[in-house]
Structures are given as C-alpha cells and as structure tokens.
C-alpha cells in the first residue's frame, strides 16, 4: 500500500521557520523523484521545490533562498525546511512522488497545513 504522510504543519508568525517532513512507504523511494506542492485557498496547486533521485534540487523562484528540500533514502523520507515565512505562504503543502522512467505512477500525500499569522 502506497502512502506519503505528511507531518510538520502548523500555526507560525511571519519570519518564523517551520521543517516538514513527508515518509513515504509502499514503494521503492531511491526510484522516484520527489517534490513539495502547495495550494493556498481559492489558488491552484503549485510548485514549491523538486528534488530528484540524485539528489539535485529547483525551486520556485519566490521560495529560492528560503526554503530547501533534502532527502534520505535510507529513511525514505523528504524534508521542507522553511524559512522567513511570510503569510503568503499559507498554503496547505502536500508531497508528491513521481516515478524517474515510469510515466503516469506518481503518488501524492493528503497535505499538511501551512499557517504564517501573527
């Protein structure tokens, strides 16, 4: 059974940092290369950071220098570490897993909500 579990949501002031983590289980994690999404309310979904499965990175250019995603295989987990969070950001993020030389099996989780509020 697939599944990608999102944790680290929650309510922070603008400025604040915040680090979420997304574990995946039910497939082969090194074979899929993994991204953050985030889709804030009346918004569509969009693209916050990608990482592949050597481990090279991109970014949304409004994210670029304050966010940063990293992996760890040997936990078959991926990680959002946010900073200088604006409330803007509010969004709620989900992971997504999109198989390297498969098309079409790409897995996402159920999101984490995001707050940035004073």
């Known amino acids: 059974q697939v599944q990608l579990v999102e944790s680290g949501g929650g309510l922070v002031q603008p400025g604040g940092s915040l680090r979420l983590s997304c574990v995946a289980s039910g497939f082969t994690f090194s074979n899929y290369a993994m991204s953050w999404f985030r889709q804030a309310p009346g918004k569509e979904r969009e693209l916050v950071a990608g990482?592949?499965?050597?481990?090279?990175?991109n970014y949304a250019d409004s994210m670029k220098g304050r966010f940063t995603i990293s992996r760890d295989n040997a936990k078959n987990t991926v990680y959002l570490q946010m900073n200088s969070l604006k409330p803007e950001d509010t969004a709620v993020y989900f992971c997504y897993a999109k198989h390297i030389v498969v098309r079409g099996r790409n897995y996402w989780g159920q999101g984490t909500q995001v707050t940035v509020s004073s």
């Open positions: 990482i592949t499965s050597g481990g090279s990175t």
